[in-house]
């Protein structure tokens, strides 16, 4: 089964692309939506992933920044 984390802030550029992009997953897909304003602890293994800024999708290892919520370093 794909993993994907779907990384975001939850601001409404974050929000709004989360409800756009996941609902075209496959059902195969497994998917694990973190909230970095929620879950600062996470943040680091955001950056491992190669998130630079926020809403960002990360499938296999490949991430895929949507649109520009907030950058990283502002997360911390």
Known sequence: MTKARFYHAGCPVC??????????????VEIDVIHLGEQPG?????????????????IDGNVLHINFGAPIEALK
């Open 15 to 28: 929000v709004s692309a989360e409800q756009a992009l996941l609902q075209h997953l496959s059902s195969d």
């Open 42 to 58: 996470r943040v680091a293994e955001a950056e491992l992933a190669g998130v630079k800024s926020v809403p960002a999708l990360v």
